[in-house]
């Protein structure tokens, strides 16, 4: 994978798109999570970031606050864009490449199956929310950045080492 950076919106425009297709609908709640585990990961396993931007730890869970932004008019409901399609899912995978679509087939077939509910209980089990959200009661609203190094370390631990 090369050091350039993908954008934010490149990667939500594919989990969308990939929704649109399969039916699997996304609400923010669960692109949020599914962008989570997206970057964290990449972290994990490279070392950098998927695309810029910070994570800070909201009551229901981490938030990209740029990406909420982008979707917040669709509150709960599922994020409907007809412009994302199966054209937009193979003009992204060609963007993207062979190693970058390989890393996000692995979050699609790890996270995309869970509900926004099941993504967000997920999180909340998990070291690097639970910490940036440390002296905040469960409903008190939160601005704290998640460390990219706090998600890196979680999340590495679980890498095999053969890999």
Known sequence: MTEQQINYRDIADYFIALSNVTGNLVSNLKLQKLMYYAQAWHLALYGH???????????????????????????????????????????LENKFGEKLLSFL???????????????????????????????????????????????????KQFISQEA
């Not at 970031?49 to 606050?65: K, Q, S």
């Not at 932004?69 to 199966?86: A, S, T």
């Open 49 to 91: 970031r998927l695309f810029d931007g910070e994570f800070e730890a909201w009551i229901h869970g981490p938030v990209l606050p740029v990406l909420y932004r982008d979707y917040k008019q669709f509150g709960w409901k599922p994020i409907e864009r007809e412009d994302l399609n199966d054209a937009s899912v193979k003009h």
């Open 105 to 155: 087939s692995e979050i699609v077939e790890e996270y995309f199956g869970l509900t926004a509910y099941e993504l967000e209980r997920l999180t909340h089990k998990e070291e690097p929310w639970q910490r940036a959200r440390r002296g905040f009661s469960a409903d008190e609203p939160c601005h704290r950045i998640i460390a990219d190094e706090w998600m890196k370390k979680y999340y």
